[in-house]
C-alpha cells in the first residue's frame, strides 16, 4: 500500500488507465501482499459473520421443530450438534480464504462483486444437493438457507477486507465510516447498504416461507 502513494501520476508505460484510480488498484491487490496471505486474511475476518451464521444453520438442522426430540434422543445428538457448528464455521471461513486466495483474478471493482463467483462456486453443488432432494421428497428450505447464509457471510467478508486493505491509512480519515464512505464513495456506499439488507431480507424470506414448521392443517369439523 505504501508504494502506491509514490505512483506516477505522469504520463508513462506504468501510468494507470484513465478509468482506474489508486484506490481501484489497491482494492484489486486485497490486504495483503501474497495470495496466501489474502486468504488467511479473509479467513480471519470472516469469522465474525460465520459464528452467528453456524449457528443460525445449526438451529435449523437440529433444534428447530421435531428436529430437536430427534437430536436429544440420538446417541450423539449434543455432540453432532457442536460438531455440526465446527464444520459450519469451517465450510464459512474456507470458502473465504478461497476468496482471498482468488481476490486479484475475481471479476469486480470491490469486495461484495467479488464474492457473488465464490458464492455461486458454492452454490452450485448444494443446487445439485437439492434435485437428489427433490427425488427423495425431502425439504430443500434448509439448503436455500444455507446458500443465503453463505453469500451474507462473504459479501461482509468483502466489504471487511476492502476495509483492511487501506488499515494503514486510518490516520487520513477523522472515523471508520468517513474511510469506509471514501473508498466507496457515496453511491457505491448507498448501493451496498442496500445489497446487505436485501441479503438480510432474502434469508427472513426463505425463513418465514420454507422453515416454518410442517403442520398438517386439521379437516374441518362436519358436525
Known amino acids: 500500500m505504501s508504494d502506491l502513494h509514490n505512483w506516477p501520476a505522469a504520463a ?25 496471505a489474502n486468504g488467511s486474511r479473509c479467513a480471519r475476518l470472516a469469522l465474525i459473520p460465520a459464528v452467528p451464521a453456524a449457528l443460525l444453520l445449526v438451529w435449523v438442522w437440529n433444534v428447530r421443530g421435531e428436529a430437536w426430540q430427534a437430536t436429544l434422543h440420538s446417541l450423539f445428538g449434543l455432540p453432532g450438534m457442536l460438531v455440526l457448528f465446527v464444520g459450519e ?10 476468496l482471498g ?20 462456486a458454492v452454490a452450485f453443488p448444494v443446487g445439485l444437493d437439492s434435485l437428489v432432494f427433490r427425488f427423495t421428497d425431502e425439504s430443500t428450505a434448509n439448503l436455500a438457507l444455507a446458500v443465503s447464509a453463505m453469500l451474507f457471510v462473504l459479501t461482509v467478508t468483502g466489504i471487511a477486507a476492502d476495509f483492511d486493505t487501506f488499515r494503514g491509512e486510518r490516520r487520513y480519515w477523522q472515523s471508520r465510516l468517513g474511510l469506509l464512505l471514501s473508498i466507496y464513495q457515496m453511491r457505491y456506499y448507498s448501493l451496498q447498504v442496500a445489497y446487505l439488507i436485501a ?9 418465514e416461507f420454507f422453515a416454518a414448521p410442517d403442520v398438517a392443517p386439521e379437516p374441518p369439523d362436519t358436525k
Open 199 to 207: 441479503q438480510v431480507i432474502a434469508m427472513i424470506t426463505i425463513w
Open 12 to 36: 508513462g508505460s506504468d501510468r494507470l488507465p484513465g478509468n482506474v484510480s489508486v484506490v481501484d488498484a489497491a482494492l484489486a491487490l486485497g490486504p495483503a501482499d501474497t495470495w496466501w
Open 101 to 120: 486466495a482468488l481476490w486479484r483474478h475475481l471479476p469486480g471493482r470491490r469486495g461484495p462483486a467479488k464474492a457473488l463467483p465464490v458464492a455461486l
Open 89 to 98: 464455521t469451517v465450510m464459512f471461513t474456507g470458502s473465504a480464504f478461497v
